[in-house]
């Protein structure tokens, strides 16, 4: 998959995965909308309000739109901390821009290294398993000389493969590691 074609589904998979989650007419009946807007919020989550008013609507049942964004609105100060900038990124998730305009150039510069450093992480681990595969092909009997030779090449290309994954994590790392400490030091954040 290009980098484009990677991008496009990172900006269009907040809005598909919303559209997924819309409400049954008894969770519009017995709905918290506070409580619904705390945890989008906290999980950091677009502003769904209207997909909630559009799956209500068709029900009859109404949505406490003001209560529903006061709720999003105290989770997204949960979320848009920095520190959870780095948590958020280390485990992968997206950021979806969702933060306040003061903190939410911070938040994505601590989020973007984070979420650096698990990409390399994974590389890694991916250009791990594709040598031992090539390895285990090598070690069978059956395996022609033409292919082993071609084994051999494409192993040599993984070598220096893994050697520069190996200096992006270092580098993602040492980076994130730089921005965390200066974070403890400006603390409350």
């Given at each position: 998959m290009s980098w484009s074609?990677?991008?496009?589904?990172?900006?269009?998979?907040?809005?598909?995965?919303?559209?997924?989650?819309?409400?049954?007419?008894?969770?519009?009946?017995?709905?918290?909308?506070?409580?619904?807007?705390?945890?989008?919020g906290s999980r950091g989550r677009s502003d769904r309000s209207a997909d909630y008013y559009e799956s209500c609507s068709k029900a009859g049942l109404r949505v406490d739109v003001a209560t529903y964004r006061a709720g999003r609105d105290q989770g997204l100060q949960a979320y848009c901390r920095l520190d959870n900038a780095i948590t958020e990124g280390l485990a992968g998730r997206n950021y979806g821009n969702v933060c306040p305009a003061p903190i939410d150039a911070n938040f994505r510069l601590f989020h973007d290294a984070a979420y650096r450093q698990q990409d390399t992480r994974k590389t890694l681990v991916r250009l791990q398993r594709e040598q031992e595969n090539m390895q285990s092909e090598l070690r069978d009997p059956k395996t022609s000389d033409d292919r082993r030779r071609f084994l051999r090449e494409q192993l040599s290309r993984s070598d220096r493969r893994m050697d520069e994954a190996r200096d992006d994590m270092r580098a993602a790392e040492n980076r994130l590691d730089r921005m965390a400490r200066d974070l403890r030091r400006q603390a409350p954040y």
């Open positions: 074609s990677r991008y496009l589904l990172l900006l269009l998979l907040p809005a598909l995965l919303a559209a997924c989650e819309s409400l049954s007419p008894a969770e519009c009946a017995t709905a918290d909308w506070g409580r619904l807007g705390l945890q989008d």
